[in-house]
């Protein structure tokens, strides 16, 4: 059975930094696409980030790339995210998620192709 939990989220000012942690059961053998997603009150969720197990390869949406990293520590079964620069906009529950495969389209970040998800952790941007 997958399980994913997050940690690290809260209340941060503006221009700070934050580093999101989702620990991962379950998925301890094949290729795997695990990816951030986050929802920010009121509006759809999106795909902000992942990272293919297969090949290393990361991927970012627009609006965050330069300021988001995806890692992932194998022997801690941890996945990271980590944001600089943080704005208001930011502020939003932020999500991982994770499926088997994703040679091809973990890159896409698209919420349908998951199939595993944590329970959310707040961040929150003041100005």
């Known amino acids: 059975q997958v399980r994913m939990v997050e940690s690290g989220g809260g209340s941060v000012q503006a221009g700070g930094s934050l580093s999101l942690s989702c620990q991962v059961s379950?998925?301890?053998?094949?290729?795997?696409?695990m990816a951030w997603f986050r929802q920010p009150p009121g509006k759809e969720r999106e795909g902000v980030a992942a990272?293919?197990?297969?090949?290393?390869?990361?991927y970012y949406a627009d609006s965050v790339k330069g300021r988001f990293t995806i890692s992932r520590d194998n022997a801690e079964n941890t996945l990271y995210l980590r944001i600089h620069s943080l704005q208001p906009e930011d502020t939003a529950m932020y999500y991982c998620?994770?499926?088997?495969?994703?040679?091809?389209?973990?890159?896409?970040?698209?919420?349908?192709?998951?199939?595993?998800w944590g329970k959310g952790t707040l961040v929150t941007i003041s100005s």
């Open positions: 998620a994770a499926a088997r495969g994703g040679l091809g389209w973990c890159g896409y970040v698209q919420s349908n192709a998951m199939k595993f």
């Open positions: 990272i293919y197990t297969g090949s290393g390869g990361t």
């Open positions: 379950g998925m301890d053998y094949g290729p795997a696409c």
